[in-house]
């Protein structure tokens, strides 16, 4: 395991260079891709199994004591979205691959080293035991996502990505920012020692750190108010890149703020997060309504579920953050579905615009059929997995006697069937607006797109199948997460 | 370009080359124990080449290359230690005296940092040769 645990950061960081030195070979390329790609996410299946089994897996790097050196800790909570994110990488992989017969497809001698940079440095994000290192792997996500982003040049791409990279440059200033005041304030980056240091601080430095922290992750979780960059950005990329970008990119984020704000024992803070989540989901999905085009719909539909998982941190109980994490685990993949769903609208109609667009469901029943469950999924309807993620949140909330934003929840949960509802009408019923439609795409492309988000689509399946070992396993992460001394002794020992 | 009107600034970059990368050496070898290091060398090796290009200078480095050569540097020396049946980025360390240098101390980090500035001058060619006129394309019309 000791060896296991690194080799999920620099094996894809390894592959990428040997990809990026192969990028003319197509077959050699795309096949040193896959196989990391699958090779890392059933090493996250073995670590979620070994560590539920046997506890916390910690690697020093270089042997250096937490006091001077990295520190690696895989426990339940990282391992669990550590599967999750890598198992949604593969799928949308395989996808590209499929897509790259059409014209949307993404360039594809840059995506596959990239997109192995973008899961290196999502393992790290997800694994590190201290907050610098944290930031080199935002750092290491960013730059790799500034140029999937962009890369094709368009004239819309590069507009938006500039919004992109200036807010996500401006969050990390003030990340760099935060880890100065923190290093000044308790001598330390390591989240072991933060979490019994930070709670001996004055509290009104307490809380000026927790405050600090929460814009920084906030902005790259895309929480209300800074939250416009997305909407703008995302919709533009290829339908392969936007997917990967909205699985995993802000979710890296949540993930960062319930890791940070849960060891450092910020309950104080609890309402504003609370206040936050509320306006969040309100504001994503009010946006989602308002928009006409699929991709963008579903752009704000990321905010306003952005919105449940800080609910969940918010209520700061056991419940609500074992919401949290299993509302996590469901959205990466549900959501990267929604996406590739989306890419295959636009690549039957040129265009995501509903107007555009009708009687998909009679000439396409398996598209439908595969738009249909993730959507149902997301809004929370059972049996699916957003059913059990949105229901174990909303008991906490109950539980946790937090009545307003339970209401909210319930609230925007109809909304957000509404709008599914909205891109159902536009593209799936009523007749299809062009006289004779035309095939943009080759059947063994869409074939392979299709299998592929089809396969992702059972995944999600076990998630609603396997709630209840789910379950157990994100209450027990809740709990270490919120008594951190156990995970402290596991790091120092 | 300033290549076709100034020899002065041609020749001011070539007489330049060497002692930049002196210094860059400098910092290389400083940054085991102060500050400095692979980074810091690959930054200024990169600046190097930056100011070599403004004038004319072309590398025919191709940048792709050059970093995977980094990446694969970098992650052998950091897992190399496994093989040996120690944690990952461990390091060894050989010391030995020589006749002028007296006692010289190296590590395997120093191969590390080699890496780290392969990937920092690959990644200043790649931007160059990015922004260079000669190989950017036009932006395709309205599409967003």
């Not at chain 1, 003319?24 to 896959?34: P, Y």
């Not at chain 1, 996808?95 to 393992?123: C, E, H, M, N, Y």
């Amino acid at each position: 395991m000791t060896t296991l645990v690194p080799l999920l950061v620099v094996g894809p960081l390894l592959a990428a260079a040997l990809a990026l030195a192969a990028r003319s070979l197509g077959r050699l390329r795309d096949a040193i891709t896959l196989i990391t790609l699958f090779g890392v996410a059933l090493g996250a299946l073995i670590l979620v199994l070994s560590v539920n089994r046997s506890g916390p897996v910690v690697v020093r790097l270089g042997g250096w004591h937490p006091e001077l050196g990295i520190v690696l800790v895989a426990d339940l909570f990282a391992a669990l979205v550590l599967l999750s994110a890598t198992a949604t990488v593969l799928a949308v992989e395989v996808f590209s691959i499929g897509q790259r017969k059409t014209v949307w497809a993404a360039s594809p001698d840059l995506v596959g080293p990239l997109l192995l940079v973008l899961t290196g440095g999502v393992s790290l994000a997800f694994l590190t035991g201290d907050l610098f290192t944290l930031f080199v792997a935002f750092e290491l996500i960013l730059v790799s996502s500034y140029v999937l982003l962009t890369h094709q040049g368009r004239s819309g791409q590069v507009r938006s990505g500039m919004s992109y990279v200036v807010m996500n440059l401006f969050a990390s200033t003030l990340f760099l920012f935060g880890l100065a005041f923190v290093y000044a304030s308790t001598g330390t980056v390591n989240m072991a020692l933060l979490s019994e240091r930070v709670p001996e601080l004055s509290s009104g430095t307490q809380l000026g750190l927790g405050l600090w922290f929460f814009v920084v992750f906030g902005t790259k979780a895309a929480a209300f108010p800074l939250f416009s960059w997305l909407p703008d950005s995302y919709p533009t990329a290829p339908t392969t890149i936007t997917a990967v970008f909205a699985g995993l990119l802000t979710k890296v984020g949540v993930y960062s703020l319930i890791r940070f704000h849960t060891l450092t024992r910020m309950d104080e803070l609890g309402p504003i997060v609370l206040i936050v989540a509320g306006a969040t989901m309100l504001v994503g999905v009010l946006g989602a309504l308002a928009q006409n085009d699929v991709k963008r719909i579903l752009s704000f539909h990321i905010i306003s579920q952005i919105g449940y998982m800080l609910m969940g941190l918010g209520l700061f109980t056991v419940a609500g953050v074992a919401g949290a994490v299993l509302f996590l685990v469901h959205h990466i993949p549900t959501k990267t579905l929604l996406f590739l769903v989306g890419g295959m609208i636009e690549d039957e109609y040129g265009t995501s615009d509903l107007d555009k667009a009708g009687g998909l469901a009679a000439r396409r029943p398996i598209l439908g059929l595969l738009f249909a469950i993730p959507a149902m999924s997301l809004a929370g309807l059972p049996p699916f997995s957003g059913f059990v993620a949105k229901l174990s949140l909303i008991r906490a909330g109950i539980e946790a006697q937090s009545t307003l934003i339970v209401i909210v929840a319930l609230v925007v949960s109809a909304l957000t069937l509404l709008s599914m509802v909205k891109i159902w009408l536009g593209v799936f019923w009523g007749v299809d607006p062009r006289d004779e439609p035309t095939e943009l795409s080759s059947p063994q492309a869409r074939m392979l797109m299709t299998s592929a988000t089809g396969a992702a689509i059972v995944g999600t399946l076990l998630v609603a199948v396997l709630a209840g070992p789910l379950w157990d396993m994100s209450l027990a992460a809740a709990e270490s997460l919120l008594d951190p001394s156990g995970y402290a002794t596991e790091v120092l020992r | 370009m300033i290549r076709s009107t100034s020899p002065v600034a041609e020749l001011g970059v070539r007489a330049a080359t060497p002692p930049a990368l002196m210094v860059g050496m400098f910092l290389f070898f400083a940054g085991h124990n102060r500050p400095g290091g692979g980074f810091a060398a690959g930054l200024i090796i990169g600046a190097v080449v930056a100011l070599r290009w403004m004038v004319g200078l072309r590398t025919t480095v191709v940048p792709s290359q050059l970093m995977a050569a980094g990446i694969v540097i970098v992650a052998g020396v950091a897992l190399a230690p496994v093989l040996f049946g120690s944690v990952v980025l461990d390091q060894a360390v050989w010391s030995t005296s020589l006749p002028v240098l007296g006692k010289v101390k190296a590590g395997s980090a120093a191969i590390f940092d080699i890496g780290v500035s392969a990937i920092v001058v690959g990644l200043v060619i790649a931007v160059i040769d990015g922004l260079s006129p000669a190989t950017t394309s036009a932006p395709e019309g309205q599409s967003s």
